[in-house]
């Protein structure tokens, strides 16, 4: 994929992984347009990076999803790469009835339903746009899981699946199909864990995971896994218990602080 003259949207893109992305598609003579819901964060976005486009929209909301969409379509009809980013993650006690139905589900409701509804929606106009692309944003953790944050992996899992049964479907059409499966990478996402989490685990720039990104973009590598990433899906195929048993030292520590 070309990295220069693109109409590009990034959903999540006011923080993180998503606004560095942003920052780096400006500069590189891109038109770029955000979103998100938190109104602070807009406004650091329209500080900071000169150009970019912000829209307050709720993936997860699909009475959003279609203004997004018509906003688009009317004002940026050349819009030919997506960016499916916008997620949370949330620690959660199988064992206790702590979250209310919503809170419980709501990975599912971002990742999964987010993704799938942005891509229902805007895949009409990739089509008619040149070197157009949808990317999906998974993780390390869609390959094994890591059991304090069950529901994330889980939303994480299916939109990997999701993915390649898109590459499939749209393998007639112009869109590419891409899988960013980024490892722990350092953003406010990472505040779910304490320090103990952290002990081991090496966690990546968000400068690094994007650069590497963009090298995958441009060799049209579709299923991109920096850093660790590309070690945990390794691990998940050839030592599947091994990893998984790895990855669930954290249980102990949360089952004893709740
Ligand atoms: N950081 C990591 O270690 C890591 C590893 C693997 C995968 N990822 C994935 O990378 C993506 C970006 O995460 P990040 O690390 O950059 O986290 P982040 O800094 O917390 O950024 C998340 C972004 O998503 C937005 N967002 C959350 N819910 C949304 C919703 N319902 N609708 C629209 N926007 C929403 C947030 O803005 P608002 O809160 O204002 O809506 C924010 O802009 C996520 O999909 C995450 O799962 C991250």
Redesign the pocket.
């Known amino acids: 994929m070309k990295l220069s003259g693109n109409t590009i949207l990034i959903?999540?893109?006011?923080?993180?992984?998503?606004?560095?992305m942003a920052k780096e598609f400006i500069k590189n003579k891109n038109t770029v347009i955000?979103?998100?819901?938190?109104e602070q964060?807009?406004q650091k976005v329209k500080n900071d990076l000169k150009g970019v486009v912000a829209i307050k929209?709720?993936?997860?909301?699909p009475d959003?999803v279609k203004a997004l969409y018509e906003h688009i379509a009317k004002d940026y009809p050349s819009l030919n790469v997506l960016i499916?980013?916008?997620?949370?993650?949330t620690e959660i006690n199988l064992q206790k009835h702590q979250l209310s139905a919503t809170d419980l589900t709501k990975e599912i409701?971002?990742?999964v339903k987010?993704t799938i509804w942005m891509n229902d929606a805007f895949i009409p106009l990739l089509k008619k746009n040149r070197n157009a692309a949808t990317v999906t944003?998974?993780?390390?953790?869609a390959f094994v899981p890591l059991a304090i944050t069950p529901v994330?992996c889980a939303a994480?899992a299916a939109l990997h699946s999701y993915t390649l049964s898109l590459r499939e479907q749209l393998r007639n059409t112009d869109v590419k199909v891409f899988e960013?499966?980024?490892?722990?990478?350092?953003?406010?996402?990472?505040t779910v864990f304490n320090e103990e989490d952290k002990k081991g685990l090496s966690?990546?720039s968000?400068q690094a995971m994007v650069a590497s990104f963009f090298k995958g973009l441009s060799n049209d590598k579709f299923e991109i896994c920096p850093g660790q990433?590309s070690m945990l899906r390794f691990m998940s195929r050839f030592f599947p218990s091994f990893i998984l048993k790895q990855l669930s030292k954290s249980v102990t520590r949360m089952q004893a602080a709740n």
């Open positions: 959903t999540g893109g006011t923080s993180g992984i998503g606004y560095e955000v979103t998100g819901r938190n964060k807009f929209s709720d993936v997860s909301n959003d499916n980013n916008a997620g949370v993650m409701d971002i990742s987010g944003v998974s993780s390390a953790l994330y994480k960013l499966a980024p490892p722990a990478t350092e953003t406010e996402l990472l966690v990546m968000v990433s």
